[in-house]
């Protein structure tokens, strides 16, 4: 592959997406065209003459889905989306390093939900509780994730082509979609955090490793970390992130996090196969934890927008690679407020 030292450079730092970063070196260097040729030179280059039957490593297969993940690549930084510094960017990238800002959008330590009553902080913002026909408990979240009214014009993809689907999209529309059409029930049982309620959530299960596993609180900081953000790193904190629970087959409805039982389930697996026609993406894949570096969540969905769910779907970018390709593209630097500001103090 051809060197090329200015992206390269910036792409370095990366961690974790190393195969994304070669792809977009290409990308960037060289012409879509030319770096298709110059792949299958390469690859000709280093097999000699053409075999009847090729042995090579590098399978024509292989050349399809590399030149397939170039195009990806280029298609998500082709969109001239607004560099999403603002966490009321539905594309904002939160992650275990790039944090929101504690008072982001309610007060600091605030535990306040929209369902919790008591008096409410000032609130500039589309936070909605929810209908409990839709949910476990008290679940609140932005009236943008839960439902977006169909467009006047057709829906399109992120390279303009004009798609057959035209209802509302958003966790509304997903959960009548998949009872009208597929005979599931789902609730949502987690949604908006605010800092503070991230912060219990951390340091609950926290507590609960320590007496189920008998770790040390750095063991369990640790083995804690894999599944649980870190307050201030949390997609629930945006409130366009759920996590999705269901009636079992027996009409039960399903109260576990256990991975196997939800990742097997008839109705989180249609949800994962669904969810980009209303807008909703798996934020942490079961074949994408080198990357997230989170453990699988079959039941983890973030609202993004019908285009980049299209466009994550059909490239098989996880939120993280997609969000990296477009920080990359435009340059971004934080602002203090969002740094990650949480320590956890030991007990
Ligand atoms: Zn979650």
């Known amino acids: ?150 467009p006047s014009q057709p829906r399109t993809t992120f390279d303009g082509l004009p798609v057959g689907y035209h209802g509302d999209i958003g966790f509304q529309a997903l959960v009548e979609a998949a009872h009208d059409e597929a005979n599931l029930r789902l609730y949502l049982r987690s949604g908006y955090r605010s800092y503070a309620t991230q912060g219990v959530t951390f340091a609950n299960w926290i507590r609960d490793e320590r007496i189920r596993l008998g770790l040390s609180w750095e063991g369990a900081v640790r083995k804690v970390s894999t599944y649980s953000a870190r307050p201030g790193h949390s997609e629930h904190q945006l409130g366009t992130t759920v996590d999705l629970t269901f009636h079992d087959e027996h009409g039960v409805l399903y109260g576990g996090w256990d991975l196997n039982t939800m990742g097997n389930s008839r109705a989180l697996r249609w949800v994962a196969d669904q969810a980009h026609r209303f807008g909703i993406v798996l934020t942490y894949g079961k074949d994408k934890v080198n990357v997230t570096r989170y453990q699988w969540e079959p039941w983890h969905f973030r609202y993004v927008g019908f285009e980049a769910a299209n466009l994550m779907k059909r490239c098989h970018l996880s939120t993280e690679e997609f969000l990296s390709l477009r920080y990359q593209q435009e340059n971004v630097t934080w602002a203090k407020d969002d740094e990650p500001t949480f320590t956890l103090v030991r007990p």
């Open 1 to 150: 592959m051809t060197s090329c030292p200015c992206f390269a450079n910036r792409l370095a730092p990366v961690r974790g997406l190393v195969l994304l970063a070669s792809l977009l070196v290409t990308c960037f260097c060289t012409p879509p065209e030319q770096a298709s040729l110059q792949k299958r030179k390469e690859a000709d280059s280093h097999l000699g003459p053409k075999p009847l039957v090729s042995s090579s490593a590098v399978s024509t297969q292989e050349l399809v889905l590399a030149e397939s993940a170039t195009r990806c690549a280029a298609l998500a930084l082709q969109r001239p989306l607004a560099p999403p510094q603002n966490p009321d960017h539905l594309l904002y990238y939160v992650n275990r390093d790039r944090g929101i800002r504690p008072s982001y959008p309610v007060s600091e330590f605030s535990i306040w939900t929209p369902c919790s009553g008591g008096p409410a902080p000032h609130l500039s913002h589309d936070l909605i509780c929810l209908s409990k026909q839709y949910t476990v408990g008290d679940v609140s979240l932005r009236r943008i994730a839960f439902r977006s009214p169909a």
